[in-house]
């Protein structure tokens, strides 16, 4: 008997947390509300369902519990119902799909407007390249990476000479421009993932993924690895500042090009050196000291 | 729809009964033994020993998670090893090896009216491979570097890289070794399980009387003889990697500005093969509990499972659906985008022939005759914690959706309620239901439902908030929860809360260990058929079944596994190997 009251609370209880609890996900700051969007549907479904397979059952414990000299039925098959049950089902799931995949084809097929910005990981730091007044990021390989040319960038491409390129250190991104997140990797497996942005991928060394979004309000945001890549995995944090277009120029003209950084008399990324070496304990302590 | 085999029109035998192996000795007898039923115990106790270690490391990292910063043994790479193996160790060594090599072993010839395995001698092999691979596991605690660090996935490039524990030391070849041994073992004992149910079933039992744990059992094996080859040659290409340089999943890479003699190899290439294996891996836990909690729920409510041939085709086809289903795994892996909406669509359909074991489970409690013994409440706490997890499956199915909330706890949270809670919660309730007929006593009462409380509370509270702080986006895998902006204070108070109530639930499985040794002597005497249920090991003329279960002759079966509370019969309960058409059975045929 208390297995009927029990299920009947944790149904009343599941769904008091779903509603009161402080924990929900954090203020968006992106274009992706319609993932959000697709979140609420699925919960308003599955809730449903959650809640009405489980009264259903606490009633039929409650209901049909033994009692002295009391029989269950026989029936062992009600072809009618079966078949009901599993219409509604599809229609549940179509519910599901249909808005789901709509917004999926948005996640993938980026604008032609969109600026491309790339992000490169590596144990375990963040590093990006924007592209120059060409518009064009210059071509990379892994192969190319040296204490001066961190990125790979392929030193002979034109188009790579007016790369922006910000090593380490915060990523300033203008406000309500669509950007396209090239990402790749040097070493393993990693995920530039910002909470508030709603979107992620990884990225595969030797492989180039991509996603994109619409930044929606200005502020700082927490970079995280959301891809296991080693024991800094958690220490890998990185920051995307949104500013407004003036902010974002002003922030812009301070950055370094490729051209400048292979020039002889380099001035920037000079702790790249100092934590290369296959030590994990010393650059462990570098990620954490940042 | 009648289907009662009349006593006078039984199938003439087609072959004459094949010799038994009969052991000599006291070695060939327990230890050596080629009996199925022994062979099941000791997969299981060794199944269960080794579950106690994984326990034992959930409980170290939820100290950490909990409590961050104040154990300083519990150092990041500490974690990782700690999650990797307790990951592991639940799916593989745990989860599949106790419903696969104990259960099945156990229930399949009994179920079917078989003397035992088709293949003794190699089913015996089975289970030593299945020792050894375990004791190789082992062994990496105590290896130079420790087990390996890199999370049960074991994702290339950095699961043989040196950021990773155990990656350029002992701990991956071993473990990969390990589960190369595992796989060998188990197609010993698969090949044993899926030729004994088709080619061993006793006279009068058609594939469509098997009991359903039988069809779950069988069903899940067939899939894990298919799937298992996946990872097998995962694992030798990526030792090939590691011990002798190969490039199978390995690229040009620069590890912290060093430049690696690899080149041109797809780490997503090991994603595809592993989760090729790794999905149907789910169901090949699932479709056994699927399976058993049919019968269980049948029996205890005395009322015949509802729907018995949708169950069947649905168990099928939910095995044959999950074949095409593991990119799922694979949305944000940086695989061609456009592959999302392929294993979206065939995701979300096999929610379908799912739902519709739940239905029938819960309308099988329509208008039953409940019994609520501790099998009956497991059974019913399975349904709550599956349906959760499988409901939290549609958002992790439908491509975009998975997009903010995969990598997070709330993927944690997910495939421990319907791959963790909800199967463990069914092995649970079947010990307490087939225990009486392994050893002929019954598990002690009131112990058993204090274990019930406490585990089935103690997880829905462990896991169902869970899912709320990935919804906040906090990572999975996460050493150190520190640093974080998202990370709230109230966050890191439900951290702590989990933790809590996982040491309790904890707890609650030493109190299940002490009461599975203690009835062993001590347990109430159960008889041959406690819960008056229809199925043939409970016919047994012996309890526990002797070698060769079913004394001079065979079992000759005449109806199917559920005519309970027949109307016009006398009992509510008729076995099935009782001929004769009494009251209205309507088995359907």
Redesign the interface.
Known sequence: MAIALVLVLVVVGSVLFHFLSPWWWTPIASNWDYIDHTIIITFWITGVVFAAVVLFMAYCVFRFRHREGSRAAYEPENKRLEWWLTVITGVGVTALLVPGLFVWSRFVNVPSDATEVEVIGQQWQWSFRLPGKDGKLGTSDTRDITAENPLGVIPGDPNGQDDVVVEAADLHLPIGKPVKMVLRSVDVLHDFYIPEFRAKMDMIPGSVTYFWFTPTRTGTFQVLCAELCGQGHPLMHGVVMVDTEQDYLAWLGQQQTFAQLSAPQKTGSADQATASGLNVAAKLETVEAR | MVDITPADAVPPAEVAEMELYHPHSWWTKYVFSQDAKVIAIQYSATATAIGFVALSLSWLMRLQLGFPGTFDFIT??AY?QFITMHGMIMVIYLLTALFLGGFGNYLIPLMVGARDMVFPYVNMLSYWIYLLAVLVLVSSFFAPGGPT???WTL?P??AI?????G?QDWGIILMLASLILFIIGFTMGGLNYVVTVLQARTRGMTMMRLPLTVWGIFTATVMALLAFPALFVACVMMLLDRVLGTSFFM?????????LQHN?????LFQHLFWFFGHPEVYIVALPAFGIVSDLISTH????I?????MVWAIVGIGALSFVVWAHHMY???MH??F??FF??TT??I??PT??K???W??T????????TIPM?FA?AF??TF??GG??G??LG????D??????MFVVAHFHMVMGVAPILVILGAIYHWYPKVTGRMLDETLGRFHFWVTF?GA?LIF??MH??G???I?R?????T????M?E??HH?NSFISIMAFIVGFAQMVFLFNLIWSIRHGREAGGNPWRATTLEWQTPQTPPAHGNFGKDLPIVYRWA?D????GAKE?FIPQNVPGNFG?S???A
Do not use: C
């Open positions: 990041p790479e990782y660090g890199a999370g994702y490039p950095q890289m040196t950021g990773t524990p990656g690229p040009a890479i620069v590890e912290m500005g060093e430049q041109g190899g797809s780490p997503i409510a005395r009322k015949n509802f729907g018995y041939r949708m944000v892996s940086g985008p456009y999302g909406f979206a669509t979300l359909i929610a379908i739902a519709i739940v239905y029938n819960v309308l409690l329509w208008r039953g005759d409940i019994h609520l409440l019913l349904i709550v349906v959760n409901l939290t549609l958002f439908n491509v975009v959706v997009v903010p909330l995969s990598d997070t509370l829905y169902f908030p709320y702080l919804l906040i986006g990572p895998r996460y050493a150190e929860l640093d974080m902006t998202i709230t109230s966050a439900l559920y309970y509370s027949v109307p509510d209205l309507k088995e359907p």
